[in-house]
């Protein structure tokens, strides 16, 4: 037996405990000490039946992610195969219970679905996650899960991966019964009402297998979901692919499909990019000189200040939390517009399924309507976020300075201006920092945490605690103009404008991007979120930029003309009254017109360039963002990609896709995109230097942690 599993004996029922903390991960060590309890407890003739249980907060979350990087780069070649413990649980002679708490994910639902018996709390949770890995269930769970709930139900949770509830599971026929109470004194109990039965083998039991011409039509329809909404992913279609070979062939034969699949996947781009993903989410969490244990600041209620859309989605994510909100506005007409806003985004969500009635009315009682500060001294943290005006901020920010109470977090919804002017207009900057929120904030997981030079560590690590209680990924950057995200966003949506001048059409720009895997094409996204807002800090800022830079204007131009996209119902498109974007012959013709004023030459554009031109255009600012020190890691600036700006998972974030790419490939394109467009792309040094050195991005930090 290994350290990480223990055996013990209670009156004729084994107790074999899983203990690999934090999550039970099936780690070398731990398949191994199960094998070992298993063949022990069979041989041992006081003992009729077994539970097999996780020690700590959880079942078994499944393999243990850490080792498919080793496998794949040859440096392990793992230990005892899981399939084969599986078979041999299964072989026992004797029934073996397994009881479940937290989660029994991805190799962890395959272990309890090889024993003759599951039981699990009503709180546990149990899924097939690995699509979000970019691999699917290896430990035959494509074979045993249809044998258990029936092709539709595994169909969908291969394929999607999302949990089920133990409820959900035991009406699926997955779990025996649920526990209320003591788990392991109820799993304890139940194996001693079946320990005489003789045992049932989940392998053997192909009743809810239905036949192939039954199954034909839940096949076809998994495959069209998955190619809509994991548009991109190949993992879903194989994960597809092995739950129907479950219904088709013998268990051994779809387990030998389920095989090849599996191992195609796990050395697949798709799934290195992911498992970056898994953990780059987890690393983010991470602020090298804010220790885990720094005393955080207790956020028991809150007021947002600007009731527009931000601050109405801001509210709602608080409330959604069950945090208690003040929500002010300067005059009633502007609050009543904000509360009906909110009323109707909740209805929509209760519309979708997404809320209940109840769910919402609770909300919606916590979210209370102010026209004045005077509550605000009882506010443990308050969000701004009022019109994009430095002026304006540093007046509230003077006002919550006056009217919060000590050590109260005063946070900044902006999404470009600096935080330290705006702390400056208070006696208190440690309190002050940056919650930039996306939009809608209701709906998007991305949270930059702007962290300003005296924003104190406290007030950090509450903001970054707090992003997981509200159901956001928070990412700490630093206070540079448009800090992170909207900084690398600028020559993004630059390049696809000049794509646009040099040749290219509105719908080859958009296409190319959205075929790279993202969410929306750039002039799509540019329709969506108001051609004016750019238009608008482009006027701002343009005594910033430098003389005779080449600018792009054929999107001014188009302000100028009242296009403002979606709103104003033309923008790049032209969009008819359900807000369908459809291509607009005459933006094509006045931006020939424009260009050929401006004397820009008109050529022919492959998709690869548009492609090249937009992501490196992110990758190169996103290399002088990490080398100044404005985000903490490369993964950082991934996570933000994927989690604001609609960058597909499945390629691990811009920078993750660069190292993929290869940095001198990438830097040899910026270096001919420099000569042939001039200084705006001029290398980042840091590009320049790791492409020499045959590095990658992700060594940076190696570097640097090494430096520290
Ligand atoms: C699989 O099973 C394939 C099979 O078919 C078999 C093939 C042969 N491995 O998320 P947390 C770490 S594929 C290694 O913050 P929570 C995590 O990195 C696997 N490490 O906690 C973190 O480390 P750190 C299918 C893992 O309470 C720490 O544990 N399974 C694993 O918010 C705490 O994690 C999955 O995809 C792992 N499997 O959430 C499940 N899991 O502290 C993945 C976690 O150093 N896991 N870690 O940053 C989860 O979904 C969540 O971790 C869970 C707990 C819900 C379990």
New binding site residues.
Partial sequence: MSDLVQLAEENGIAIITINNP??N?LSPGVPEGIAAAIEQMDKDASVKAAVLIGGGK?FV??????EFGKITAGKSGGGLE?PTLLLKIEDCRKPVVMAIHG?A???GL?LAMSGHYRVAVPSAQIGQ??V??G?I???A?TQRLPRLAGAAKAVEMCADGNPIKALDALHAGIMDRLIEGDLLTGAIAFAREIADKPVRKTRERNEKLGSAEENDAIFATARENARKKQRGMAAPLAAIDAVEAATKLPFDEGCKIERKL?MDCLFSDQSKALIHVF?GE?EVAKIPDIPKDTAVIPVNSAAVVGAGTMGGGIAMVLANAGVPVLLKEADQAALDKGIANIQKNYATSVKRGRFTQAFVDERLKLIQPTLGYDSFASADLVIEAVFEGMALKKEVFAELDRVCKPGAILASNTSTLNIDEIASSTSRPQAVIGTHFFSPANVMRLLEIVRGKASSKEVIATCMQLSKKIGKIGVLVGNCRGFVGNRMFHPYVRESVFLLEEGASVEAVDSAMYEFGMAMGPLAVGDLAGLDVGWRIRKEYRHLEKPGIRQAFAGDSLCEMGRYGQKTGAGWYKYDENRRALPDPEVTQLVRKWAAEAGIAQRQISREEIVDRCVYALVNEGARILEDGYALRAVDIDIIYLNGYGFPAYRGGPMWYADAVGLKKVFDRVEEFHRRHGELWEPAPLLKRLAEEGKKFADFNKEQSATA
């Fill in positions: 934090p999550v991960a959880t979350a499944g393999a243990d992610i850490k899981l989660s994910f991805g190799g395959e996650p690995e979000k890995l691999i269930p290896g430990a769970g599996f953990f987890r």
